[in-house]
Nanobody, 123 residues
Framework: QLQVVESGGGLVQPGGSLRLSCAALGFSLGDYAIHWFRQAPGKEREGVSCISSGGTPTMTADSVKGRFTLSRDNARNTVYLQMNNLKPEDTAVYYC????????????????WGPGTQVTVSS
């Protein structure tokens, strides 16, 4: 069964950091773009940032620019979302989604989704 699985969420104080991981199971992540989305209670799902199969981050939301960084380790079949200087408005369930080769903006164009990981930023 092909799937992706997120990990690394949790409770953190404002200004803190977390690193989320997106691991691929059953397929090689190297040929896939990985897009992180998030959804806060009562809000629509929004794109956070995407990394193409070539390793270039793109489509980074203005609200996280300068604070969130994407990277990939194909040897570990994992993509990482490093989140620094977290703010209460970053509180959401974070999902990673995979599609072959290139990043696209809308979430319904992705083939594989993880169950999500909760990130809560609160003092």
């Amino acid at each position: 069964q092909l799937q992706v699985v997120e990990s690394g969420g949790g409770l953190v104080q404002p200004g803190g950091s977390l690193r989320l991981s997106c691991a691929a199971l059953g397929f090689s992540l190297g040929d896939y773009a990985i897009h992180w989305f998030r959804q806060a209670p009562g809000k629509e799902r929004e794109g956070v940032s995407c990394i193409s199969s070539g390793g270039t981050p793109t489509m980074t939301a203005d609200s996280v620019k300068g604070r969130f960084t994407l990277s990939r380790d194909n040897a570990r079949n994992t993509v990482y979302l490093q989140m620094n200087n977290l703010k209460p408005e970053d509180t959401a369930v974070y999902y990673c989604a995979a599609r072959f080769y290139s990043c696209l903006t809308t979430y319904n164009q992705y083939d594989y989704w993880g169950p999500g990981t909760q990130v809560t930023v609160s003092s």
